[in-house]
């Protein structure tokens, strides 16, 4: 037998009938209707916001996140103090030289220097972004920054 629209039928069990409640004592769902006897919930428009009774302390109780939290990803941080360490005299510092010494686990997001030791070396800095502070140190030092 060809499969063609009129022959076409649901799944065994896929479309159920909804009960239909209130059609009199025969239908098994008279009277009153699977409600209980009177009350709040027995009436039309019944049980209003009884979900959120429970809820409510909760909800209530939860402190209030005040402020944001931004999505832009923020660079790794290294102390110059540890730059000073790491790297030798007129040294290169870039963000892959740095995640290759162990300074940061990752230079995805850039390499930002910042204060913390002094540095006495002469370094060339370049592709790095720096604080104030940092960049007149590196360029007292004698360092160069790109």
Do not use: W
Request: aromatic fraction near 2%; hydrophobic fraction near 35%.
């Amino acid at each position: 037998m060809a499969l063609e629209m009129h022959n076409l039928k649901s799944a065994v069990g896929s479309r159920t009938k909804s009960k239909r409640v209130g059609r009199g004592n025969a239908s098994g769902k008279g009277t009153t209707a699977g409600r209980g006897t009177k009350g709040q919930a027995a009436r039309t428009g019944g049980r209003n916001r009884r979900k959120l009774r429970g809820f409510r302390q909760i909800m209530l109780a939860t402190p209030k996140l005040r402020g944001f939290k931004s999505l832009k990803a923020k660079p790794a941080r290294v102390k110059l103090g540890d730059l000073a360490k790491a790297f030798a005299v007129g040294e290169s510092v870039t963000p892959a030289s740095v995640a290759k010494k162990g300074l940061v686990s990752s230079h995805r997001n850039g390499v930002k220097i910042v204060g913390g030791g002094e540095i006495k070396k002469k370094i060339h800095v370049s592709g790095c972004l720096l604080t104030a502070s940092v960049r007149k140190a590196i360029e007292e030092a004698g360092g160069k920054i790109k």
